[in-house]
């Protein structure tokens, strides 16, 4: 059985599952929500897909590709470490 593909929001490039991280926003109780890294794929809500490329988590927050592909309409915190 072989991998499900993604895109990584930052390149779109397109790569296995198990090459990507995934990350997805949380919200917390005070101030807006904030993306982090679901190393287990299995935290719940809407995911988006980057390579591990400290320049692919660079493009993506100049082109606000973690607001689109996480459907948020307000303020994110996109520190992602």
Do not use: Q, Y
Not at 12 to 19: T, V
Not at 22 to 48: C, E, N
Not at 52 to 60: F, G, L, M, V
């Amino acid at each position: 059985m072989s991998e499900p593909v993604r895109t990584c929001i930052g390149c779109r490039g397109r790569a296995s599952a198990g090459e990507l991280i995934r990350v997805v926003a949380v919200s917390g109780p005070d101030g807006p929500p904030r993306v982090v890294v679901d190393d287990r794929h299995r935290l719940p809500g809407r995911g988006a897909w980057l390579h591990a490329d400290p320049r692919c988590r660079e493009s993506a927050r100049k082109k606000n590709a973690f607001r689109r592909a996480l459907r948020i309409s307000g303020a994110l915190e996109e520190s992602l470490g």
